[in-house]
């Protein structure tokens, strides 16, 4: 089992409740979840003590799935705004090394500008376990508020405590755990969680696996969200970001136009269109191809649902359109265990050779060259959506407890735009094979960003040479430590 030790931070703030308390104004930068002290709460020897009186009051946001490709880059732009982070990951997707790349990377960051380094745990997991229970009791904390008077702060809760406390008269409720003695009257013990915000990145992610293997992915990216949430309800944790995709508009994205989010709603929603013209849309979408993309759509309808029926949660869905590039440093990218399929590390793999060649699904698209449009997003830009995401949520100006945005440029570039801008920047060419449209593929697929601009202030800032230059730089940084490996660079 992995230990990752707390850094200490500066800036101690007392511990709230599981809803966010920041004030409206506070900015991101602002925002802080300082860091706990050296702990052993990762030692496996070590029973989370589920009446934490004395623990720990420093706040921090869970991101399940953190070590791959998305949630690594997040994971270090969370951590740079000051958040304490706790990873949880299983690792079928990804290595531990991207831990210890994140935390070099978060190191030299702080190290720069001579300021401590928030925490980073780890737990190593699937999220469907049930020793998820033990992880989030221990990023519990109790407090006692009688009935009688003003809630009493942990530090004399603690002093008053006699020798031994009964904790074994306490009862559960819903809302925390009442005394089960003479005081039962007067005091309640409440339970309050120091995770103050979830991503969720944990779910399977190939279409083409998700036909051959549908159940597999039922299992993991919807069962598995369903039971979490009711873990996380349980712990009264009820702030939560979901990565959506694009795959939800379905046919929508036949349209030519950019995507907006009302394409794909859960519930009747009215809204103005481009025209100033009010319309109404009905909840559903068509032409869902696959297991992974109606999986996409079912975790967000279930998330809807959940945030129509309590109106506490805030739930945030964030629909990537096309992820690429990686850390500008190259330490950091997209490394899975499985088979890439995405463009740029099948790119990649052909920059190293270990492909023979690029395939391009479709050159006789309606575009400028034929090859398919896409919204080629910079996953540092995406990872700093979930931040965005997490201080609007903070800030109230989320208006909605469920509320979906596209996490995209607003601009398009053809498949072939993407192949030159690589080549251009690695100064090699790279071989490629035109090869027929994929069944279910679309020939546009650009999002109308405009909602998050608004929403979230956020927007997209790099560009596709950005994009191309850091992976370049990724794909040199593997070739040199792979180079006894005789990959070809
Ligand atoms: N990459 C894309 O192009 C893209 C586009 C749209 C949406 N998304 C969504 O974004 C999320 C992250 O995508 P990514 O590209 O970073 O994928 P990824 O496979 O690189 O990362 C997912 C991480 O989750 C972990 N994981 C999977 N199941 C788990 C479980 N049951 N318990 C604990 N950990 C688990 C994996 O080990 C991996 O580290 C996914 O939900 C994916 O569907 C990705």
Redesign the pocket.
């Known amino acids: 089992m992995l230990v990752m030790e707390d850094l200490p931070n500066s800036g101690i703030q007392s511990p709230s409740s599981s809803t966010f308390s920041l004030s409206a104004s506070e900015s991101p930068a602002a925002i802080s979840t300082p860091s706990t002290s050296r702990s052993l709460l990762f030692d496996d020897d070590v029973i989370a003590d589920p009446l934490d009186i004395a623990g720990n009051s420093s706040q921090f946001i869970m991101v ?10 997040t994971v270090l732009e969370l951590l740079k705004e000051n958040y304490n982070v706790l990873v ?7 290595y531990e090394s ?1 831990l210890h790349r994140i935390k070099a990377l978060a190191t030299e960051h702080f190290a720069a500008q001579d300021r401590l380094m928030p925490a980073l745990h780890f737990r190593q ?5 049930p020793h998820m229970r033990s992880v989030l009791a221990n990023y519990s904390f109790y407090s006692i508020s009688s009935k009688a008077g003003p809630s009493i702060a942990m530090e004399d809760v603690v002093s008053a405590l006699p020798r031994r406390f009964p904790f074994s008269s306490l009862q559960r409720t819903d809302s925390g755990i009442d005394m089960g003695s003479e005081d039962a009257q007067q005091n309640t013990l409440r339970r309050q969680s120091r995770i103050t915000g979830v991503i ?6 190939s279409v083409e696996e998700s036909i051959r293997m549908p159940l597999r992915y039922y299992s ?2 919807v069962c ?1 969200m369903v039971d979490f949430l009711g873990l996380l309800e349980e712990f009264g944790i009820k702030n939560f970001v ?6 939800v508009y379905g046919e929508g994205a036949n349209c030519g136009m950019p995507l907006r989010e009302e394409l794909c709603v859960h519930h009747p929603e009215i809204f103005k269109d481009d025209d100033g013209i009010e319309r109404r849309v009905l909840p559903g979408v068509m032409g869902l191809t696959s297991p ?1 993309g109606r ?2 759509f079912m975790c967000e309808s279930i998330l809807a649902d959940i945030a129509r029926s309590d109106p506490s949660w805030s739930i945030t869905a964030l ?6 590039g990686c850390h500008e440093s190259g330490i950091l990218g ?5 088979k890439p399929s ?1 463009l740029i590390p099948v790119i990649a793999s052909v920059l190293t050779g270990a492909k023979p060649h690029l395939d391009i699904f479709g050159t006789d698209w309606n575009t400028p060259d034929g090859t398919a449009v896409r919204d080629f997003i910079h ?1 540092v830009d995406l990872a700093r959506g979930h931040i965005a995401a997490l201080a609007a949520s903070a800030a109230g100006r989320i208006k909605a407890p469920f509320r979906a945005y596209n996490l995209g440029t607003g601009r398009g570039h053809t498949v072939r735009e993407v192949l030159h801008s690589l080549q251009e920047t690695s100064r090699r060419t790279i071989p490629v094979r035109e090869v027929g449209r994929r069944a279910g593929d679309v020939g546009f697929c650009v999002a109308e960003v405009r909602r998050a601009e608004t929403e979230l202030a956020w927007s997209a800032e790099k560009s596709l040479p950005d994009c191309a230059l850091d992976v370049w730089n990724f794909t040199k940084t593997r070739c040199e430590s792979q180079a006894s490996d005789e990959i070809i660079c």
């Open positions: 399940v799935g953190g070590l791959g490709y998305i949630g690594s880059h949880v990951d299983d690792l079928s997707n990804s991207v997991m699937d999220y469907r376990s969720h990145f944990a779910a399977y992610k993991n990216n598995g979901f990565s959506s995709s694009a795959t992974y999986s996409k629909r990537y359109f096309n992820p690429v997209e490394d899975p265990r499985q995405n996953v």
